[in-house]
């Protein structure tokens, strides 16, 4: 079976702090990960992907195949980034994605 | 230039009703979704379809019924609206993987539907 956790609901950081957004996985085969946004009253959309290896607006996320994780990490909280984050694995066999619970990231000014 | 849109963007309607919600996209893909984003956020797929092909169909009550006339669209029918319907329904798409390509779902805007 696949699974996506998000051990957090809510985040709270204060503009300028690091914020690290956590994702665990369990999938025995290879799979793709993602990172999606929602910000307030807009559609979902892709932050970014593990294979890519590319920030998007000073976020990184690493696939660390030991630990299943894909965390997603950005030095410096802007106000801007106050949003839904979902964490995405898509099985390397299927057209399938699931879905984290998601974690509601608040940066206060 | 809309590359996934859904109608109505907010339905207000009473228990038992019938109503749908429509989603066309236009990125030319060969799978679309139907994801139910419940009160606490929490975003679970529902349905997917591949070329007007059922591949996907999680626990899902009877009530709710996709139809996909063509590759760019997918609507969603329920029957008998109950209280716990009330969420957001968001359609997306995406393209089976094409060779050294990854592919990645976009969203449509959300329908809020909420149930009286």
């Known amino acids: 079976a696949q699974r996506v956790t998000q051990p957090e609901k809510l985040l709270s950081v204060f503009k300028g702090a690091p914020v690290e957004l956590k994702c665990n996985y369990s999938?025995?085969?290879?799979?793709?990960l993602f990172w999606y946004v929602q910000y307030s009253r807009q559609r979902l959309q892709l932050l970014l992907r593990h294979i890519s290896r590319e920030s998007i607006k000073g976020f990184t996320a690493d696939l660390n195949k030991g630990e299943t994780s894909f965390h997603l990490k950005k030095p410096f909280a802007q106000e801007e980034d106050s949003a839904m984050y979902y964490c995405?694995?898509?099985?390397?066999?299927?057209?399938?994605?699931?879905f984290g619970s998601g974690t509601k990231l608040n940066v206060k000014p | 230039d809309t590359a996934v849109s859904q109608t109505p963007k907010y339905l207000v309607t009473q228990m038992g009703n019938d109503k749908s919600i429509k989603c066309e996209q236009n990125?030319?893909?060969?799978?679309m979704y139907w994801y139910k984003q419940d009160s606490k956020k929490f975003l679970k797929i529902m349905f997917s379809?591949?070329?007007?092909?059922?591949?996907i169909n999680e626990t899902v009550p009877n009530r709710f019924s996709p139809k996909s006339p063509d590759k760019a669209h997918l609507n969603l029918h329920i029957n008998s609206l109950e209280l716990g319907d009330s969420a957001v329904y968001f359609c997306?798409?995406?393209?089976?993987?094409?060779?050294?390509?990854?592919?990645?779902?976009?969203f449509g805007p959300g329908t809020r539907l909420t149930v009286l």
């Open positions: 999938y025995s085969g290879s799979p793709e």
């Open positions: 990125l030319g893909h060969d799978t």
């Open positions: 379809y591949n070329n007007k092909e059922l591949i």
């Open positions: 997306a798409s995406s393209q089976e993987r094409l060779a050294g390509v990854l592919n990645e779902q976009f």
């Open positions: 995405a694995l898509k099985p390397d066999n299927f057209n399938k994605f699931y």
